[in-house]
């Protein structure tokens, strides 16, 4: 099926791009902190549409979507993607969040409970009153300096984003190597988003209100994740009532680039099986 690509208006009037492909149900994919749409990668974008209805969507101020002027919470950003599902006649969907895209998914379910079917957060927290924090030194490494080339920029957060197996694999390099061929067909996200989506992660709290989610919820996190600690991971899991948990084995932040199949065979069957 040709993919479908359009605009979707916020209600503050921005514009946020998306892309629709593949047929069946519907998944909503959230990204993480700096990425747009196309951080997911197209080996597990080819996957998840060969099961699934993929709704593929640049957060404000990334990629083709319009740049915010103004600070936003990630309930803002969670209220974009239901106008997005609007604007695409989608009333009810599954929702698929990594890293700040799972902070957002959790907003999304306790916002929009009767419009979540199934949920997938991966690599996330639940805010930093219950979380377990990274080093800060990895952290810093996923923040350009002032005047940083963009190539040496992306290679520095690579370095602590994927798994130490991924990245000492000829194969991980290969794919690393590609994606910053590939960063100039594609805005790249300016310093004032980063800054913007930085202070609303940091505003971002959801552990007292976990036990409201109803919805099937599965967590998945690789346990060599430098960014969010794997046992974040174990606190949602325990916060979410019905919730399943599987653990990507050496497996870093960026599992979906690093073991693409066995992300969506366990998430897809798990979303499959939602009723």
């Known amino acids: 099926m040709a993919s479908v690509r359009d605009f979707a208006e916020n209600k503050d009037g921005l514009k946020l791009r998306y892309e629709i492909r593949g047929a069946g149900e519907p998944v909503a994919l959230i990204m993480g902190f700096s990425g747009s749409g196309r951080g997911w990668g197209d080996p597990f974008l080819k996957l998840m549409e060969a099961r699934f209805k993929i709704f593929v969507i640049d957060n404000r101020g990334t990629g083709e979507s319009d740049k915010a002027a103004t600070e936003f919470t990630l309930s803002d950003l969670a209220a974009d993607i239901a106008a997005v599902l609007d604007h695409a006649k989608t009333p009810r969907a599954h929702i698929f969040g990594i890293s700040m895209g799972g902070m957002i998914a959790q907003e999304f379910v306790l916002a929009y409970p009767e419009r979540t079917r199934g949920l997938v957060l991966g690599c996330t927290n639940c805010g930093s009153s219950h979380s377990v924090p990274a080093d800060p030194a990895a952290l810093a490494n996923l923040i350009p300096a002032p005047g940083m080339d963009p190539i040496v920029a992306a290679r520095r957060a690579f370095s602590v984003a994927c798994g ?9 390099q290969a794919i690393l ?10 805005p790249i996200t300016p310093m004032d988003t980063l800054m913007r989506q930085g202070q609303a992660i940091g505003g971002f709290d959801s552990f007292a209100r976990l036990g409201q989610i109803k919805s099937p919820t599965l967590i998945i996190h690789g346990d060599d994740d430098s960014i969010v600690p794997y046992p974040n991971a174990e606190v949602l899991h325990g916060a979410i009532a019905g919730s399943k948990m599987h653990t990507l084995k050496a497996a870093g932040h960026m599992f979906f680039w690093e073991v693409p199949d066995e992300t969506v065979r366990v998430a897809g069957d798990f979303l499959a099986a939602v009723k």
């Open 177 to 186: 190597n590609q994606a910053i061929a590939d960063m100039g067909n594609y």
């Open 164 to 172: 130490k197996v991924f990245l000492n694999s000829e194969a991980g």
